[in-house]
Structure formats: structure tokens, C-alpha cells
């Protein structure tokens, strides 16, 4: 069962706490980060929503802009392959003109045995999870460290207790962690 909790940030944080700055948000388009890029943007912050399909992204996009009337940019892009983060990090410079915050939120996951997964399966989770968020954030840090930005990395405690089925997902996850830690 699915939900989303739209908890009313308005009434904790000054209402234009994020004005003028910038949020690059992988997996903006649905779920947890789509809830997130909506928070700032009614906290003041434009915001780059990423995700590979441009359908669901313009969706989403289209969405915000109704709802909170803020300036929202929908770029496809696959966080594993470099050159689309790249790319998507130029295009939200040219129309923002900076990157203050940065949401490493793209994931993928799903319910399987460790004997049933699939070679193919496992990685490409590592490949969303962890190495999406190191080539998001290597391809953010230059404008981050201009504007004295911030990261902040969606994770999971699925690693600390093992969770059944979610072998996976641990694994990135884990890895994301130790990255954060790094930064």
C-alpha cells in the first residue's frame, strides 16, 4: 500500500527559508523525493526533478507548478550513465544558474531471495543506488562548493538488522552510507 504523507512544513520552517536557492532532486518524480522537492519548493527553492522517464517527470513537474506555483525543471536522465548527470547538471545551470542543494534519491528495488536474484538484478541496484549517487554528486560538487550547498543522501536501515529479500538493496544502500561519510 502506497501513500503520500504531505506533512505541512509551513507551520515549523520559515516559510521562505529557501528562497533563492536551487535543488537538484534524483528520483524527483515520484515517491519520497517528489515529497521532498515539493517541501522546498514551498519553502521558496526552484527546483531540477530527475528521473528517466520524461512522461512521469513532466507529470510531476506539471503538478508542483499547479500546486505550489513554483519553478520546476523536468530533465530525463539515468543516474548511472555519467554523461546524462552531467548533461542534466548544465541544463539546470543554464536555467537556474546554480546548485545549492543536492537530493541523491534514485533507487531501485524490488522483493527477491539472494538465490532467485539475478546476476543483472544485483547490480543494476548497486548501479542506481550507489554509483548513481557518486556520479550525481561528482557531477554536482563544483556548483555545491560555489554556493556552499548541501548533500543530502536518501537511504535506508535495511543493512543494519538484514532484511529478508532485500539483499540488494543492503548492499547499495551500505554503500551509500559509507559515501556519505566521505563527503
Same mark, same amino acid.
Given at each position: =500500500?502506497?501513500? /503520500?504523507?504531505? =506533512? *505541512?512544513?509551513?507551520?515549523?520552517?520559515?516559510?521562505?527559508?529557501?528562497?533563492?536557492?536551487?535543488?537538484? !532532486?534524483?528520483?524527483?518524480?515520484?515517491?519520497?523525493?517528489?515529497?521532498? /522537492?515539493?517541501? =522546498?519548493?514551498?519553502?521558496?527553492?526552484? &527546483?531540477?526533478?530527475?528521473? %528517466? @522517464?520524461?512522461?512521469?517527470?513532466?507529470?510531476?513537474?506539471?503538478?508542483?507548478?499547479?500546486?505550489?506555483? *513554483?519553478?520546476?525543471?523536468?530533465? &530525463?536522465?539515468?543516474?548511472?550513465?555519467?554523461?546524462?548527470?552531467?548533461?542534466?547538471?548544465?541544463?539546470?545551470?543554464?536555467?537556474?544558474? %546554480?546548485?545549492?542543494? #543536492?537530493?541523491?534519491?534514485?533507487?531501485?528495488?524490488?522483493?527477491?531471495?539472494?538465490? /532467485?536474484?539475478?546476476? %543483472?538484478?544485483?547490480? /543494476? !541496484?548497486?548501479?542506481?543506488? #550507489?554509483?548513481?549517487?557518486?556520479?550525481?554528486?561528482?557531477?554536482?560538487?563544483?556548483? #555545491?562548493?560555489? @554556493?556552499?550547498?548541501?548533500?543530502?543522501? !536518501? @537511504?535506508?536501515? #535495511?543493512?543494519?538488522?538484514?532484511?529478508?529479500?532485500?539483499?540488494?538493496? =543492503? &548492499?547499495?544502500? *551500505?554503500?551509500?552510507?559509507?559515501?556519505?561519510?566521505?563527503?
Amino acid at each position: =500500500m502506497y501513500f /503520500t504523507l504531505k =506533512m *505541512a512544513t509551513e507551520q515549523i520552517f520559515k516559510n521562505d527559508i529557501l528562497k533563492g536557492k536551487v535543488a537538484f !532532486v534524483t528520483g524527483g518524480g515520484s515517491g519520497i523525493c517528489k515529497g521532498m /522537492t515539493e517541501a =522546498m519548493l514551498r519553502h521558496g527553492a526552484k &527546483a531540477a526533478i530527475i528521473s %528517466r @522517464s520524461q512522461d512521469k517527470l513532466d507529470k510531476a513537474a506539471e503538478e508542483m507548478r499547479k500546486e505550489i506555483g *513554483a519553478e520546476v525543471l523536468a530533465i &530525463a536522465a539515468d543516474v548511472r550513465k555519467p554523461e546524462d548527470i552531467i548533461k542534466a547538471v548544465e541544463l539546470t545551470i543554464e536555467k537556474f544558474g %546554480r546548485i545549492d542543494i #543536492l537530493v541523491n534519491g534514485a533507487a531501485g528495488n524490488f522483493l527477491s531471495a539472494i538465490e /532467485t536474484l539475478s546476476y %543483472r538484478a544485483f547490480r /543494476t !541496484v548497486i548501479e542506481i543506488d #550507489l554509483i548513481g549517487t557518486f556520479n550525481t554528486s561528482k557531477a554536482c560538487f563544483p556548483h #555545491l562548493k560555489k @554556493s556552499k550547498g548541501v548533500v543530502i543522501n !536518501v @537511504s535506508a536501515n #535495511l543493512h543494519y538488522q538484514a532484511t529478508l529479500y532485500q539483499s540488494h538493496a =543492503m &548492499a547499495a544502500k *551500505a554503500g551509500v552510507d559509507a559515501l556519505t561519510r566521505v563527503y
